[in-house]
């Protein structure tokens, strides 16, 4: 007989507000690099509040609910190669949050995103827009990290969206599962026994706690470069 299903926390509120907000920050981001000029005060400001969202979701990695922890969806290579082969055993739970290709994209997106963050602090695009902490850094070093910044890594994270969003279509069309409802609403219809992330008061709290942590932090770091 199939288990009942129920409503499950799945994805608690602090990791659906920073999914949402690092979306709209990345799109903001590179359209005003496009656009240029007077845009290019919001693509700092933007890339500033991406800093504050990747240094978040690190801490949140760590403390944050069942679901949100790196913990969760940090896999070995023998159970990524049961889920290719559609041989994954029913106690892994691995459609539940991040199954294991969904776990390569989180990673590389938050390596990526850090060092487009971590290269455009120290970028310089010849005209008049240097990053804030460019005086650390020599010419040369400066020149190669803003190569880098408005290249290849801008490239790699645009196509690593696109591959994300072709992925949500793939498996709303191919294997009828909603990738997106669950992230808007945070819950999945699941079976009873399938623990739960915490995401009550005592939870939003303390995120809120660590996000206002590091939007100081990020300000202060961006203040060094005077």
Same mark, same amino acid.
């Given at each position: 007989?199939?288990?009942?299903?129920?409503?499950?926390?799945?994805?608690?509120?602090?990791?659906?507000?920073?999914?949402?907000?690092?979306?709209?920050?990345?799109?903001?981001?590179?359209?005003?690099?496009?656009?240029?000029?007077?845009?290019?005060?919001?693509?700092?400001? @933007?890339?500033?509040?991406?800093?504050?969202?990747?240094?978040?979701?690190?801490?949140?990695?760590?403390? *944050?609910?069942?679901?949100?922890?790196?913990?969760?969806?940090?896999?070995?290579?023998?159970?990524?190669?049961?889920?290719?082969? =559609?041989?994954?055993?029913?106690?892994?739970?691995?459609?539940?949050?991040?199954?294991?290709?969904?776990?390569?994209?989180?990673?590389?997106?938050?390596? @990526?995103?850090?060092?487009?963050?971590?290269?455009?602090?120290?970028?310089?695009?010849?005209?008049?827009?240097? =990053?804030?902490?460019?005086?650390? /850094?020599?010419?040369?070093?400066?020149?190669?990290?803003?190569?880098?910044?408005?290249?290849?890594?801008?490239?790699?994270?645009?196509?690593?969206? /696109?591959?994300?969003?072709?992925?949500? /279509?793939?498996?709303?069309?191919?294997?009828?599962?909603?990738? /997106? *409802?669950?992230?808007?609403?945070?819950?999945?219809?699941?079976?009873?026994?399938?623990?739960?992330?915490?995401?009550?008061?005592?939870?939003?709290? @303390?995120?809120?706690? @660590?996000?206002?942590?590091?939007?100081?932090?990020?300000?202060?770091?961006?203040?060094?470069?005077?």
């Amino acid at each position: 007989m199939n288990k009942p299903l129920q409503a499950v926390r799945v994805w608690d509120l602090p990791t659906r507000c920073f999914h949402w907000l690092l979306a709209v920050c990345v799109i903001g981001s590179v359209v005003s690099a496009k656009i240029g000029g007077n845009a290019m005060v919001w693509h700092f400001r @933007l890339g500033y509040v991406v800093f504050a969202l990747l240094a978040f979701r690190i801490l949140w990695g760590l403390v *944050g609910g069942h679901w949100s922890r790196f913990a969760s969806f940090i896999y070995a290579p023998s159970t990524v190669l049961r889920y290719l082969r =559609g041989q994954a055993l029913p106690r892994e739970q691995l459609d539940v949050g991040h199954n294991p290709l969904g776990a390569f994209s989180v990673f590389a997106l938050l390596i @990526l995103l850090a060092a487009q963050v971590g290269t455009g602090l120290f970028a310089d695009d010849d005209i008049s827009n240097t =990053g804030p902490l460019i005086k650390f /850094v020599s010419g040369a070093t400066s020149s190669e990290l803003t190569k880098w910044h408005k290249n290849i890594g801008q490239w790699l994270i645009i196509a690593l969206v /696109v591959l994300h969003v072709a992925a949500i /279509v793939f498996y709303f069309v191919g294997k009828r599962q909603n990738l /997106v *409802g669950p992230m808007l609403t945070g819950d999945k219809l699941l079976p009873a026994h399938v623990p739960a992330s915490a995401d009550g008061a005592r939870a939003r709290l @303390l995120a809120l706690a @660590l996000l206002v942590g590091c939007a100081a932090l990020v300000g202060w770091l961006v203040s060094l470069g005077g």
